[in-house]
């Protein structure tokens, strides 16, 4: 147990997690923004945050944006408003650093379905396989990893690895395979998942492409293959904003998880975006992971500068090596954050 008193904290138990109960009188875009000047810090935000996260952060992205931009930042301090893996990913690339997670409950359920044990001993059966590992894991898998890939760089990864070299794709089965039928090459696939990406219903999604029939239905490659089929066009994150910039069609049914609409909304306040449904009673698709961070964590995390991401040096020195290596091949293609 940490032994000292937070005035606007109930408690902090020995996870780091916050149990806050913050002034709601307090303006905590103005105190954020204060705070980011007085410590010399920056707020990385995922796609997929709360709107009002979104707003004040220094940098919105997607997975390979984020870590390209947590590579080049001179802040003393990164705020990741994003899951667990993100920040590690932070932590990896700025070892000196200072980096802090709102919510170290923010986890990710495809990096959870992917245990490093279990993956070892997955990976000794394929001994002359190259690892790829989909960014979405966490730090000890990257250490059983040759090089990483995010949704819009994957194809550029896999192409880049020489053609008589088999590959061994984790965690994320639906992913592994649209990159499989993209690319032609014959991968393992571990079996993992995304819980948001996989609970996309065709049959709500056909009835609503009725009832809109001049929209353009986009999705994430990691949906499921029977979305992904009827898709007007799959990319990731960043990918599937620029498409609803730069495409004429005014509707756009989003099969991702729907932070993105923020963004989507502010660039194109004149188009109308529908996220797609979900195969349950609910309306909403959103990561319950992600949307652990609030403002209020948000703004405790940085007062007081817990919790703070710790790994140790050898899981930083071992996986770091395939995150350098995914943003050597990312810049010399061009993806730039």
Same mark, same amino acid.
């Given at each position: ?7 606007? /904290?109930?408690? %902090? ?15 905590? /875009? ?25 707003? #004040? ?14 590579? &080049? ?9 994003? /899951? ?10 700025? @070892? ?18 992917? @245990? ?6 997955? !990976? ?8 790829? &590992?989909?960014?979405?894991? $966490? ?7 040759? /090089?990483?890939?995010? &949704? ?18 984790? @965690?994320?089965?639906? %992913? ?19 819980? #948001?990406?996989?609970?996309? &219903? ?5 009835? %609503? ?84 961070? $609030? ?7 940085? !007062? ?34």
């Amino acid at each position: 147990m940490i032994d000292f008193e937070i005035p606007e /904290v109930k408690n %902090l138990n020995r996870k780091g997690f916050l149990d806050f109960e913050v002034d709601p009188t307090l303006d905590l /875009v103005a105190e954020i923004n204060k705070l980011k000047k007085e410590k010399k810090a920056i707020i990385l935000a995922h796609y997929y945050q709360e709107s009002e996260i979104q707003d #004040v952060a220094d940098y919105i992205g997607d997975s390979l944006g984020l870590a390209q931009k947590a590579e &080049s930042t001179d802040a003393e301090i990164i705020v990741f408003a994003g /899951v667990h893996f993100m920040a590690e990913t932070a932590k990896m690339l700025n @070892p000196h650093k200072k980096v802090l997670l709102p919510d170290l409950k923010a986890g990710c359920s495809l990096a959870d379905s992917c @245990p490093a044990p279990l993956f070892k001993k997955f !990976k000794e059966k394929y001994p002359d396989h190259v690892v790829v &590992s989909y960014i979405n894991c $966490t730090a000890e898998l990257k250490t059983l990893t040759d /090089v990483c890939c995010t &949704s819009s760089n994957a194809e550029v990864i896999i192409n880049s690895i020489p053609k008589d070299k088999g590959i061994i794709f984790a @965690p994320d089965k639906n %992913l592994g395979a649209y990159l499989q039928k993209k690319t032609g090459r014959n991968m393992v696939i571990w079996n993992g998942a995304c819980m #948001v990406h996989e609970i996309f &219903s065709h049959e709500k999604i056909t009835k %609503l492409k009725v009832r809109h029939p001049e929209a353009k239905f986009i999705a994430h490659p990691e949906c499921e293959a029977h979305i992904l089929d009827v898709a007007d066009f799959i990319g990731s994150t960043s990918q599937l904003l620029k498409y609803t910039k730069e495409n004429p069609a005014q509707e756009f049914i989003v099969a991702t998880e729907s932070g993105i609409l923020h963004q989507m909304e502010l660039a194109s306040p004149d188009k109308l975006f529908i996220p797609a449904p979900p195969n349950n009673t609910c309306a909403c698709n959103d990561c319950p992971h992600m949307k652990r961070n $609030t403002m209020e964590k948000l703004y405790l995390c940085m !007062k007081y500068e817990l919790p703070e991401i710790l790994l140790e040096d050898w899981v930083i020195e071992k996986g770091k090596v395939c995150i350098d290596r995914m943003l050597e091949v990312s810049v010399a293609a061009g993806f730039k954050a």
